[in-house]
């Protein structure tokens, strides 16, 4: 097999930072919303937040494979 065919495409890896980014506006906004509101409990916060942060370091992750490499 050739390692470049097991790799993704770059065009592939925007579109799904792009998503993880929608998904992590998403959150953001539904957590400002629920806690406008006053009707989320701390337990369901919580998990929110957890999951929009493990979308920032998703994110951070394809970030760093789409930036090349700078051999100072």
């Given at each position: 097999?050739?390692?470049?065919?097991?790799?993704?495409?770059e065009?592939?890896?925007?579109?799904?930072?792009?998503?993880?980014?929608?998904e992590?506006?998403?959150?953001d906004?539904?957590?400002?919303?629920?806690?406008?509101?006053?009707?989320?409990?701390?337990?369901?916060?919580?998990?929110?937040k957890?999951?929009?942060l493990?979308?920032?370091?998703?994110i951070?992750?394809?970030?760093?494979?789409?930036?090349p490499?700078?051999?100072?």
């Open positions: 097999m050739n390692a470049p065919e097991q790799m993704e495409t065009e592939v890896l925007r579109v799904k930072l792009e998503l993880l980014r929608r992590h506006r998403d959150l906004e539904a957590i400002h919303a629920l806690q406008a509101k006053g009707t989320a409990d701390a337990l369901t916060l919580q998990r929110l957890k999951q929009k493990s979308l920032k370091d998703r951070a992750q394809l970030e760093d494979r789409l930036t490499d700078i051999i100072a």
